[in-house]
T-cell receptor, first 116, second 112 residues
Framework: AQTVTQSQPEMSVQEAETVTLSCTYD???????LFWYKQPPSRQMILVIR??????QNATENRFSVNFQKAAKSFSLKISDSQLGDAAMYFC?????????????FGKGTKLSVKP | DAGVTQSPTHLIKTRGQQVTLRCSPK?????VSWYQQALGQGPQFIFQ???????QRGNFPDRFSGHQFPNYSSELNVNALLLGDSALYLC???????????FGPGTRLTVL
C-alpha cells in the first residue's frame, strides 16, 4: 500500500522569506501523481501544485515550486516570498495513475506559520 | 459557477445515532469522493461514487454507506455513531475518477 509521510508537524517563516516543506512517499508504482494541498482555517482544501511522476521537470506555480526526486521518493514544496495568506496546513498527497485507484492518499500535514 | 457545497456545516449527535451528510458537486462533475479528517490528521478516503455506484472504498466499516443521485449529488450515511467518528467530513468532486478533485468546505461532526 502507498504511504505519504510529512515529518515536519510545524514550520515557521518570516514574511518575504523562503520556506521548504518536506514530504516522502512509498509506492511500487512507476506512474502516479503527487500533490500539495493547502487547508486554511476556513477548512476548504485548495490544490497548490501537482506533479506527474513521468515528468522530470519540477512543477512551478508562481511562488510555489517543488523538488521532485523520484528515486528518493521525495517531493518537497518551496514557497518563495512568503505572504501572511500562506499561513495554513499543507498536505502532501499521492494518487495512482489510472486503474481503479482514483483516491488521494494524504500525509498528516505541516502547519505553516508566517511571521510579519 | 458554484463550487462543491456541503451541508450541514456543523452537526452534533450522540453515540448510537445515525447521521446523513450531503454534497453537491461542482457544475459539470460526475464523480464524488468522501474523506474523513480526524483532528490533527490528514484526510482519509472513505469511498467514491460514479454513475450512482460505489466504485472504490477505503478501509471503513459497513456503518459508513453512501448514495449518489441522478443529478450527481451524494449523501454519506453513518450508522451507530461512535465517539471516534467525530471528524471533519470532506466531499470532493471531479470529472471522472482520475481528474483533479475539488473539495468542499466540509461538515464538522461531533459525537457526544
Amino acid at each position: 500500500a502507498q504511504t505519504v509521510t510529512q515529518s515536519q508537524p510545524e514550520m515557521s517563516v518570516q514574511e518575504a522569506e523562503t520556506v521548504t516543506l518536506s514530504c516522502t512517499y512509498d509506492t511500487s508504482e512507476s506512474d502516479y501523481y503527487l500533490f500539495w494541498y493547502k487547508q486554511p482555517p476556513s477548512r476548504q482544501m485548495i490544490l497548490v501544485i501537482r506533479q506527474e511522476a513521468y515528468k522530470q521537470q519540477n512543477a512551478t506555480e508562481n511562488r510555489f515550486s517543488v523538488n521532485f526526486q523520484k528515486a528518493a521518493k521525495s517531493f518537497s514544496l518551496k514557497i518563495s516570498d512568503s505572504q501572511l495568506g500562506d499561513a495554513a496546513m499543507y498536505f502532501c498527497a499521492y494518487r495512482n495513475y489510472g486503474g481503479s485507484q482514483g483516491n488521494l492518499i494524504f500525509g498528516k500535514g505541516t502547519k505553516l506559520s508566517v511571521k510579519p | 459557477d458554484a463550487g462543491v457545497t456541503q451541508s450541514p456545516t456543523h452537526l452534533i449527535k450522540t453515540r448510537g445515532q445515525q447521521v446523513t451528510l450531503r454534497c453537491s458537486p461542482k457544475s459539470g462533475h460526475d464523480t464524488v469522493s468522501w474523506y474523513q479528517q480526524a483532528l490533527g490528521q490528514g484526510p482519509q478516503f472513505i469511498f467514491q461514487y460514479y454513475e450512482e455506484e460505489e466504485r472504490q472504498r477505503g478501509n471503513f466499516p459497513d456503518r459508513f454507506s453512501g448514495h449518489q443521485f441522478p443529478n450527481y449529488s451524494s449523501e454519506l450515511n453513518v450508522n451507530a455513531l461512535l465517539l471516534g467518528d467525530s471528524a471533519l467530513y470532506l466531499c470532493a468532486s471531479s470529472l471522472g475518477g482520475h481528474n483533479e478533485q475539488f473539495f468542499g468546505p466540509g461538515t464538522r461532526l461531533t459525537v457526544l
